[in-house]
């Protein structure tokens, strides 16, 4: 079993879901992003999701786009994105997804890429802006080095493309709420329990959802349905609000961590 599959079962066993974190890989530089992200694991974090810095981020709002710019200017590159994957696999089992987009794997060479990110302890791999279609180059070359693979299912995906999708996924399925880019919002979409049950008539595979959720409350109504809930932009403003004091970064992002785990377990 994969460990992501090891992380979905355990939650599943524990009649909660799985909590999914993102952060800037390299924000806002390397030692602090290390500490920030061994503070998510733990602190109740059972996947992490590693965005991996672009220029051009398009699927990202305002927050991550800046949260890419900091690790850009920090000095992260394709390497360096790799050795932190390395240093935080060193003392954790927990399974690490990069989140990056098509022009960083194509040009490092789709197989290199992803034999590197499975020798750094990578997990798998959710390329954005790469539809399954054209996504045959990645997919065999995750098959080929054991790497899962992790597509994205939106609100408007209509149900004959859902199986599409969910015929080259392998990790999981990860449902965006609502349309647009990521960020914080007041409330969480409305419809995805049936969203869900759409996604779940194509695939037995776990379905995550995210975008716009940020609280302990939203985290929870998410959680009585989908197997995973992803936070993203709330966890990165704890870098955003502490740049000042970077020390206070990794507790900052402990003790939000821990309020949104309490979040996830099922009546």
């Known amino acids: 079993m994969s460990r992501l599959a090891a992380a979905f079962a355990r939650a599943r066993a524990q009649n909660r879901a799985a909590f999914i974190a993102y952060l800037c890989a390299g924000d806002p530089d390397f030692d602090t992003s290390l500490a920030a992200c061994r503070a998510l694991l733990a602190n109740g974090v059972d996947i992490l999701e590693l965005g991996v810095p672009f220029s051009d981020p398009l699927a990202d709002g305002l927050t991550n786009q800046l949260a890419a710019q900091r690790a850009l200017e920090?000095?992260?590159?394709?390497?360096?994105?790799?050795?932190?994957?390395?240093?935080?696999?060193?003392?954790?089992?927990?399974?690490?997804?990069?989140?990056?987009?098509?022009?960083?794997?194509?040009?490092?060479?789709?197989?290199?890429?992803?034999?590197?990110?499975?020798?750094?302890?990578?997990?798998?791999?959710?390329?954005?802006?790469?539809?399954?279609?054209?996504?045959?180059?990645?997919?065999?070359?995750?098959?080929?080095?054991?790497?899962?693979?992790?597509?994205?299912?939106?609100?408007?995906?209509?149900?004959?493309?859902?199986?599409?999708?969910?015929?080259?996924?392998?990790?999981?399925?990860?449902?965006?709420?609502?349309?647009?880019?990521?960020?914080?919002?007041?409330?969480?979409?409305?419809?995805?329990?049936?969203?869900?049950a759409r996604i779940r008539a194509h695939t037995q595979l776990p379905v995550a959802v995210g975008f716009g959720i940020g609280s302990r409350a939203q985290v929870t109504q998410v959680a009585a349905h989908a197997d995973g809930v992803v936070v993203g932009s709330a966890l990165v403003n704890g870098i955003r609000d502490n740049l000042g004091d970077r020390a206070r970064i990794a507790p900052t992002l402990a003790a939000r961590a821990a309020d949104l785990a309490a979040g996830t377990g099922r009546k």
């Not at 750094?120 to 693979?149: F, K, N, Q, S, Y």
């Not at 919002?185 to 419809?191: K, S, W």
Request: with cysteine; aromatic share 8%; proline share 5%.
């Open 74 to 196: 920090s000095g992260m590159t394709a390497a360096r994105v790799f050795e932190l994957a390395r240093r935080l696999r060193e003392g954790s089992d927990a399974p690490i997804i990069f989140y990056t987009y098509y022009n960083l794997v194509f040009a490092n060479g789709v197989d290199a890429y992803v034999r590197a990110a499975k020798v750094a302890g990578v997990d798998g791999i959710l390329t954005l802006d790469l539809p399954p279609e054209e996504a045959g180059e990645v997919t065999a070359a995750c098959r080929a080095h054991g790497v899962d693979t992790v597509f994205i299912i939106a609100p408007t995906t209509p149900d004959a493309r859902i199986g599409k999708i969910a015929a080259v996924t392998t990790g999981f399925i990860y449902y965006v709420s609502r349309e647009g880019v990521t960020g914080v919002r007041d409330q969480v979409a409305g419809n995805i329990p049936e969203a869900l």
